[in-house]
């Protein structure tokens, strides 16, 4: 715990650019960010997981170290996040080692154990430079956390698993990824650190955005 709570303060003292001030109209349920400024817009809408909910996916790779600063501020602004919002994450996949990668993040959502290893996984390949680049070293991580490697090797190369990357990979040109981290906002809106500027705002443009998907669901069903 005390090594965790370390890893934490570490990516929170790293600086980031510095917040901009919004506009009056956020007050009134608007909008205050600008389209092509602030956020884009897909030239198609991806379908959601759940139509009924607000969806918010997190393109990630535990070897990006913006990621991996970006982590701390997710951990916080998540429990802010209305029951009407379903927070998901996409592992990104542009190289042979990411879909590795990719694979170990889907292996611990089928054991359930994503949020005991998220971001250990994070500080394993960014704060102590082992970049899991193999199955045996993966193996020999998870062990070290007290998982079975040969349950977790059996999840890793498993028809479900292998799956879920396929579709992670299809995401990614679905959704015009270009680089990590970056957010898109129900299907409709992608938001990148280089158009936010700081991690702070970028979370605080994914808020207006949810608020104006929620204003929108509910004028469609009136």
Same mark, same amino acid.
């Given at each position: 715990?005390?090594?965790?709570?370390?890893?934490?303060?570490?990516?929170?003292? *790293?600086?980031?650019?510095?917040?901009?001030?919004?506009?009056?109209?956020?007050?009134?349920?608007?909008?205050?960010?600008?389209?092509?400024?602030?956020?884009?817009?897909?030239?198609?809408?991806?379908?959601?997981?759940?139509?009924?909910?607000?969806?918010?996916?997190?393109?990630?790779?535990?070897?990006?170290?913006?990621?991996?600063?970006?982590?701390?501020?997710?951990?916080?602004?998540?429990?802010?996040?209305?029951?009407?919002?379903?927070?998901?994450?996409?592992?990104?996949?542009?190289?042979?080692?990411?879909?590795?990668?990719?694979?170990?993040?889907?292996?611990?959502?089928?054991?359930?154990?994503?949020?005991?290893?998220?971001?250990? *996984?994070?500080?394993?390949?960014?704060?102590?430079?082992?970049?899991?680049?193999?199955?045996?070293?993966?193996?020999?991580?998870?062990?070290?956390?007290?998982?079975?490697?040969?349950?977790?090797?059996?999840?890793?190369?498993?028809?479900?698993?292998?799956?879920?990357?396929?579709?992670?990979?299809?995401?990614?040109?679905?959704?015009?990824?270009?680089?990590?981290?970056?957010?898109?906002?129900?299907?409709?809106?992608?938001?990148?650190?280089?158009?936010?500027?700081?991690?702070?705002?970028?979370?605080?443009?994914?808020?207006?955005?949810?608020?104006?998907?929620?204003?929108?669901?509910?004028?469609?069903?009136?």
């Amino acid at each position: 715990m005390k090594k965790l709570f370390s890893i934490f303060m570490f990516a929170f003292l *790293i600086p980031v650019a510095s917040c901009s001030a919004q506009s009056d109209d956020s007050a009134n349920g608007a909008n205050p960010f600008v389209e092509g400024t602030d956020y884009g817009v897909l030239s198609r809408p991806v379908n959601t997981a759940d139509p009924e909910k607000i969806e918010v996916n997190e393109i990630f790779w535990y070897g990006c170290i913006h990621c991996f600063r970006l982590e701390p501020e997710i951990h916080d602004w998540r429990p802010t996040l209305a029951d009407d919002v379903e927070f998901l994450r996409t592992p990104a996949i542009w190289a042979e080692v990411m879909e590795l990668h990719a694979a170990m993040y889907y292996a611990n959502e089928v054991l359930g154990i994503t949020e005991e290893l998220h971001q250990l *996984i994070f500080s394993e390949m960014n704060v102590e430079r082992n970049q899991l680049a193999s199955e045996a070293a993966i193996l020999s991580f998870v062990g070290d956390h007290g998982v079975d490697p040969e349950q977790y090797r059996r999840a890793l190369n498993s028809f479900g698993v292998s799956s879920q990357v396929q579709q992670a990979r299809a995401k990614m040109g679905a959704y015009g990824v270009r680089g990590t981290p970056e957010m898109v906002i129900n299907g409709k809106y992608k938001l990148t650190t280089q158009m936010a500027g700081s991690f702070p705002r970028m979370l605080q443009i994914a808020d207006a955005l949810i608020e104006q998907e929620r204003l929108a669901m509910a004028g469609s069903t009136q």
